[in-house]
């Protein structure tokens, strides 16, 4: 067996540095939770295991650092850096003659995992080191993982992965596949077949998927994150085996997935199983993460610019909507008609406080784990193409340093205020021209792209969501794309719709009023009440004014949001609240006597309480 090239090749953590809107979200999550978390929350302080605490030392250290690391290296924040080396230092320090690194002892709440050995926490630390060694060139790291991946080969048949790591076995292979491509150690893909074998079965789950349901019972195949991050298994595998069964496999579960449990804002239910379509049930902030990472791994592996769609949806809807505005507070299950957020029973099994916005709600799974979400896109913004070219995975505003063609720097700067707007300016300088070929993603949503190159259009011919570019570059050379963003009525079944525009979901925001629940000495616990009504339908046949506003630090937020869409609609009489949620919009919505009303929409990820699944009036 030996290793497929991939389509896309990542480029090293640091390659990327983010400008504009999505620096700002970055310095917003480092002044906030991530930036702070350690010394708020003893779960990642002092005393955690993987600092030689006595702590938890199972998967919530890694899971912090898993985000901590490429957020400092890319903001260049020393004092972040010299948090996240801490971290480093002692795990590098831990490693033993056999090749085994970390705690001692497994210490953690949960009470589903084997605590006399386990290789989860492991296989999030392994991440870890890739990143931190792209972005240090630190040579410790190769020769330490190295040693564990021997460690592992003798060890992994008498004790195999079970539980979280057999569902999660692919983000092991991922780091074997990292080290592979830089040492060549044949050991490395034996070891990675057996990992291979021992990984639950996500290709024939994907495949013909069984799970048309909402699921009431336990079961790592349903467990929302463990699908989340199960998809991108066949595509792993994919990039060894060749197999097109595997390929066909991820379109086909996501397509299963998207009909028996999709949500609007781009990914499926899951609070804490897979949970239908309602547009009440909830989805956990960990899915939203890991989802993003499983899309990452996915474009960089097939290419295709249909998984860069589902990325850019999840990244600009789904993952600041479950965050609050001033990164000090985030929710565990988010809804897309979410009416309040506050303690109470609800349809799924996390618990009564899994929807309100605070340091731990429900299980602190999310609080160590959220950090990946704003730096790992970032990274993965663009990658080489494997030919000396360069791929556009999603254009918000970035710069790019790479070598290019046979090796020439360049530097590419990305701006535009995508996805607030819908232009995208991209400015190459290059230490002296060279031939090579810039692919740009055109979205599925855009039906008329226009592209010029030096104020000269350039026909845009797409196969496999991509325009390609291939010409000889010269430095201060400037490509243009416009993507034009029509607003989109998208039917949800019953007659339901959500609104979309771009890469955007559009919600109607409900007036918000935040009570503390929690005080802390930073991280408060919230619960939302709504202050404005909210049984809204849209009447059809109405028009979508598109107002704009300057770009603002924080976009996601709805009272200062760049883009609204303005619209009417009437309030309907008969949609009722059904065990603490908004129930499923009526299928025969009931307006006599509501005035048509003038409604204003915003993204979804800026309105924490909104609808964004209504009913549509004939």
């Known amino acids: 067996m030996t290793l497929y090239h991939s389509a896309f090749k990542a480029l090293p953590l640091g390659s990327i540095k983010p400008l504009g809107w999505l620096k700002n979200q970055l310095q917003i999550q480092a002044d906030g939770l991530t930036g702070h978390l350690e010394e708020q929350w003893p779960d990642v302080g002092p005393d955690n295991g993987w600092l030689g605490g006595k702590g938890e030392s199972w998967e919530r250290g890694p899971y912090y650092l898993d985000g901590l690391i490429p957020l400092a290296y890319l903001l260049e924040d020393e004092r972040l850096i010299s948090k996240a080396k801490r971290w480093i230092e002692w795990a590098l320090a831990s490693q033993k003659d056999n090749g085994l690194f ?161 949500q609007a804002h781009g990914l499926f239910s899951g609070d804490e199983w897979l949970s239908g379509t309602h547009p009440s049930q909830g989805v956990e902030l960990c899915a939203v993460v890991e989802y993003m990472f499983t899309m990452e791994q996915l474009v960089r592996v097939f290419g295709d610019g249909a998984y860069g769609d589902i990325l850019e949806k999840i990244a600009f809807n789904a993952l600041p909507a479950a965050i609050a505005a001033d990164w000090k507070s985030h929710q565990y299950d988010q809804q897309v008609n979410q009416i309040m957020c506050n303690v109470a029973e609800r349809n799924w099994s996390n618990s009564d406080d899994a929807n309100l916005f605070g340091l731990e709600p429900n299980f602190g799974c999310c609080t160590a784990n959220m950090h990946q979400g704003w730096p790992k896109l970032v990274s993965h913004l663009w990658m080489g193409d494997g030919s000396g070219g360069l791929a556009a995975v999603s254009y918000a505003p970035c710069r790019v340093k790479t070598k290019v063609g046979q090796g020439v720097n360049a530097e590419l700067t990305v701006s535009g205020d995508y996805p607030f707007r819908d232009t995208v300016r991209i400015e190459l300088t290059l230490s002296h021209p060279e031939t090579f070929a810039i692919r740009l993603r055109i979205p599925e949503w855009c039906g008329s792209p226009a592209l010029t190159v030096n104020g000269k259009q350039v026909e845009v011919n797409v196969e496999n969501g991509y325009t390609i570019i291939l010409r000889e570059w010269k430095s201060g050379e400037q490509i243009q794309l416009r993507l034009p963003m029509e607003v989109r009525t998208l039917s949800r079944g019953s007659y339901a719709v959500s609104i979309e525009r771009g890469p955007l979901l559009y919600v109607l925001p409900i007036g918000e009023s935040w009570q503390l629940h929690v005080k802390r000495k930073l991280f408060h616990d919230w619960e939302i009440y709504p202050t404005t009504p909210w049984k809204y339908g849209l009447q059809a046949g109405e028009d979508f004014e598109v107002v704009m506003s300057d770009i603002p630090t924080q976009p996601f937020k709805a009272i200062d949001t760049p883009i609204r869409l303005k619209t009417r609609g009437r309030l309907v009489k008969n949609w009722r609240m059904a065990g603490n949620n908004a129930d499923a919009p009526p299928l025969n919505p009931a307006v006599d006597g509501s005035p048509l009303q003038s409604l204003e929409l915003v993204p979804y990820g800026s309105a924490k309480l909104r609808i964004g699944e209504f009913p549509l009036l004939k």
């Open 102 to 262: 970390g705690p001692e002892r497994i210490v953690t709440v949960n009470n589903d995992i084997d605590k006399r050995f386990d290789w989860w926490h492991y296989m999030i630390m392994l991440k870890v080191m890739t990143q931190y060694e792209e972005a240090t060139g630190d040579d410790r790291v190769i020769p330490f993982m190295t040693g564990f991946f021997r460690y592992a080969m003798d060890h992994i048949e008498l004790s195999p992965l079970r539980d979280w790591a057999e569902a999660r076995g692919a983000d092991m292979l991922v780091s074997i596949y990292w080290l592979h491509r830089r040492t060549g150690d044949d050991f490395l893909i034996k070891l990675a077949e057996e990992v291979a074998s021992q990984t639950m079965d996500w290709t024939g789950i994907l495949y013909d998927f069984p799970f048309w349901r909402k699921v009431e019972h336990w079961d790592h195949r349903t467990h929302v994150v463990n699908v989340a991050m199960g998809i991108k298994t066949p595509g792993i595998l994919y990039e060894v085996t060749g197999d097109s069964r595997q390929k066909e496999a991820i379109k086909r579960g996501i397509q299963s997935l998207m009909n028996y449990h999709g």
